[in-house]
């Protein structure tokens, strides 16, 4: 069965550095999604990409998040200056069109210290 | 934000009895509510949807039931195993939002089956 794979599964960065987590969606897929989830709290909706744009940001998806689909497979979640607080489980989703569910990757692990 | 809960964070049933897990949720606009389960070190793997349309969805052993008057949403596992002890997450998301459908999530609940 088709699935979303996302790499890599842990990364540790030092605070104020770039940090790129990549994603392949399954391949008919029309729309992406970031979510992130914080150590004990829910899984938070980032960010959704359609059209080779985005179609929806959420209030956590500041100017230091952005998105970017650099071909035909990856869909890539760049923090331009990481932060403490961004230390969380980010997930990678995509789905067909129409009512078809979201598909989630296993996460990356984004440590910040 | 409140917009989904679930408000037990834990339940324990018995090999072959039924589980019954619920959800909530405020927002009259969703109109799309889906299940999925997850494990340690994975992602959510998706389970079983309902739209607002319909009041009941079966696959296999999982039946979800929808209440729009009481916003409520029910996830049913029939006979429970114990590889199904898992988190289940309740999660709902409106058209009227647009195409891209983001979900809004509960807590979770973590399944325990008890062999």
């Known amino acids: 069965e088709p699935e979303v794979t996302q790499t890599p599964s842990h990364q540790v960065t030092q605070m104020g550095q770039e940090v790129i987590l990549r994603c392949v969606p399954i391949s008919n897929h029309l729309y992406f999604y970031w979510y992130r989830q914080i150590l004990g709290q829910k899984v938070e909706f980032l960010v959704s990409?359609?059209?080779?744009?985005?179609?929806?940001k959420s209030e956590i998806f500041d100017d230091q998040f952005s998105v970017e689909r650099p071909d035909g497979s990856n869909f890539t979640l760049k923090i331009r200056s990481t932060k403490l607080e961004d230390s969380a489980m980010y997930f990678c989703?995509?789905?067909?069109?129409?009512?078809?569910?979201?598909?989630f990757g296993d996460g990356t692990r984004l440590s910040i210290l | 934000d409140q917009q989904v809960k679930q408000n037990s964070p834990s339940l324990s049933v018995q090999e072959g009895r039924i589980s019954i897990l619920n959800c909530d949720y405020t927002n009259s606009m969703f109109d799309y509510f889906l299940w999925y389960k997850k494990y340690p070190a994975e992602g959510p793997t998706f389970l079983i949807s309902i739209s607002s349309i319909k009041d009941k969805n079966e696959d296999g052993r999982f039946t979800v039931f929808l209440n729009k008057s009481a916003k409520h949403l029910s996830l049913h596992i029939v006979p429970s195993q114990p590889g199904d002890s898992a988190v289940y997450f309740c999660?709902?998301?409106?058209?009227?939002?647009?195409?891209?459908?983001?979900?809004?999530f509960g807590s979770g609940t973590q399944l325990t089956v008890l062999p």
């Open positions: 999660a709902a998301s409106s058209t009227f939002s647009g195409s891209a459908r983001q979900l809004t």
């Open positions: 990409f359609y059209n080779n744009e985005i179609s929806e």
């Open positions: 989703a995509s789905r067909g069109t129409g009512g078809q569910p979201q598909h």
